[in-house]
């Protein structure tokens, strides 16, 4: 891979999303095709309990299907296809997309999207050897609580929607979370700088177009997740 990015990372979202069937391997490898340096994706559970990756709890929006992921086994998730723009894939499995990837040279933003997600995603990440490239990320605090008593050894990420303030990151602080993901909305250089020098690397969610991606780029984020991420890899390109 291109060295263009030194310490930041282009995290493809949900894979290439803007382009292909999220979450999906088609999405992933489009990402890595486009220069990203990183994949985030969401984890959620089977009505068997299998770990798979889907962003929503319900299966509309993706696949035309009727109800939530929970609602059935992976096994009969098979038979739906996820869709973008005349492209299809099926919905990948947590284990089988850490088989196609935890092997390559890449940062992996692990989002915890469903409840309960915690222990069977940290037992797969230290199935695969995950730890030294891996950020277990979610919205629910308690998720992540969870992480650091099962397993301390993994970093972790908080992706806030409320008010990030002292409150905030003083409860991060004693739960031992290392990263701080705002939305990009709230995302400035002197807040960037006043994070990091709390101890907090940030990484910005909520890139909703190029011109976002390119402020939010120059605050001194740690990285961000796009769905676009050739945009982001070329712009990166022509600053060097
Ligand atoms: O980068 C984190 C981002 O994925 C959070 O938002 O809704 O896309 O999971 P969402
Ligand atoms: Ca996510």
């Known amino acids: 891979m291109e060295n263009i990015y030194n310490n930041f990372i282009n995290y493809a979202h949900r894979g290439a999303s803007e382009y292909a069937p999220e979450n999906t391997l088609l999405s992933f ?11 985030e994706t969401d984890v ?5 309990g299998v770990p798979v990756l889907f962003h929503d709890d319900t299966l509309e929006r993706m696949t035309g299907e009727k109800g939530c992921v929970a609602d059935y086994t992976f096994s009969e998730l098979q038979s739906f296809n996820v869709k973008k723009n005349g492209l299809t894939d099926k919905i990948v499995s947590f284990e089988d997309f850490l088989a196609h990837f935890s092997h390559k ?19 797969l990440l230290r199935k695969y050897n995950m730890l030294s490239k891996t950020i277990i990320t ?7 609580v969870d992480v650091k008593t099962y397993a301390p050894e993994f970093r972790t990420g908080y ?8 409150t905030l990151l003083d409860k991060m602080k004693e739960t031992g979370i290392e990263e701080l993901c705002p939305e990009s909305k709230v995302i400035t250089a002197e807040k960037v700088k006043e994070w990091k020098e709390k101890g907090f690397e940030v990484r910005a969610w909520g890139i909703y177009n190029e011109q ?3 402020d939010v780029y120059h605050t001194g984020v740690n990285g ?3 769905n676009f991420p050739d945009k982001l890899t070329e712009y990166i390109r022509n600053l060097k």
């Open 138 to 144: 979610s919205f629910k605090f308690k998720e992540l």
């Open 105 to 123: 040279n890449l940062t992996f933003a692990i989002e915890l999207k469903g409840d309960g997600t915690a222990i069977k995603s940290v037992d």
């Open 159 to 166: 992706l806030a929607l409320e008010d990030i303030d002292d």
């Open 224 to 226: 961000m997740t796009v």
């Open 212 to 214: 976002i991606m390119k």
């Open 44 to 48: 959620q559970l089977t009505k068997d």
């Open 29 to 39: 490898y489009l990402g890595l095709y486009m220069g990203a340096n990183g994949i």
